[in-house]
């Protein structure tokens, strides 16, 4: 077989609701502690502590030797920016990327913060960039084929004048952060396996605003544009459902912002189309 893309029971997809839920809840609380003067490092122990106190844990840490809780990327870096003593500035755009294991299932989301007044283009690389995340999820239906999700994002990105990363992609997630299948954000529409009630899905784009092409930093993880232009990234935890998709890492009290979103996407769309 060469898709087994796991599907989930009710009871399965509860758990991960569960996880999902948390660790948009701690995307949150930790974005807020994204200040002017705050080092990467302080913001991820943060992090770190809040995860414990929860009773939930970072499936990020220690995955492949990962050195953080987080992954916390500034301006031109993309993503995978580990624990450093670089600091938050006024302007910045700050990339957080958060998962939690808790009670046995994952969950994961990311989202790039403005710090203090984001302005012109790189306002405009961070607007694009979530569009094509809602864009993508509006995609994520019974059905569908998993490149349509793919093709959601690229083609809108690109519209955009913007360019999608290609070395790193979403994924499958449930019992571990990373299960089948990938989730390109680039490709032709209509390909690959057939969307089906159960599976959840991380999607995410990574939009830069210059060249599509990446490098890795000397710490072997920190993940940078060769242009040093800024990039932005945006996460959900999806689930394919027979109606429409479910977006299960939505923070507590926040669900009529996420479903605007969506509606805004879904109108973006009707404009494409016609
Ligand atoms: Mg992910």
């Not at 994520?140 to 809108?156: K, T, Y």
Request: charged share 25%.
């Amino acid at each position: 077989m060469r898709h087994m893309i796991p599907i989930k029971s009710e009871r399965e997809v509860e758990g991960v609701r569960r996880s999902c839920v948390l660790a948009a809840n701690l995307l949150c609380e930790v974005a807020s502690k994204i200040e002017p003067g705050r080092s990467i490092r302080e913001i991820d122990e943060y992090a770190g502590v809040r995860m414990k106190a929860c009773g939930a844990r970072s499936p990020f840490l220690g995955y492949k030797g990962f050195p953080g809780n987080t992954c916390i990327s500034i301006n031109e870096e993309v993503v995978h920016g580990t624990p450093r003593d670089r600091k938050v500035q006024y302007g910045d755009m700050v990339s957080l990327d958060l998962g939690v294991i808790f009670e046995g299932w994952v969950g994961d989301t990311a989202m790039t913060v403005a710090v203090g007044l984001v302005e012109g283009e790189n306002r405009r690389l961070m607007e694009v960039t979530e569009q094509a995340l809602y864009l993508a999820i509006d995609k994520a239906r019974l059905g569908n084929r998993l490149s349509d999700v793919s093709h959601a994002v690229e083609s809108f990105v690109v519209a955009n004048g913007f360019s999608v990363v290609r070395e790193f992609v979403g994924h499958g997630i449930g019992r571990t952060l990373h299960e089948e299948p990938q989730i390109p954000n680039f490709g032709p529409p209509g390909k690959g396996p057939k969307l089906k009630t159960g599976m959840t899905l991380a999607i995410e784009p990574m939009v830069n605003q210059g060249t599509s092409k990446v490098e890795i930093l000397g710490d072997g993880w920190t993940v940078v544009t060769v242009d040093g232009k800024p990039s932005a990234h945006f996460e959900h935890t999806v689930l394919i459902t027979r109606d429409a998709p479910e977006i299960l890492t939505i923070p507590e009290g926040r669900a009529g912002e996420v479903a605007r979103k969506l509606k805004e996407a879904q109108q973006i769309e009707k404009q494409i189309a016609a």
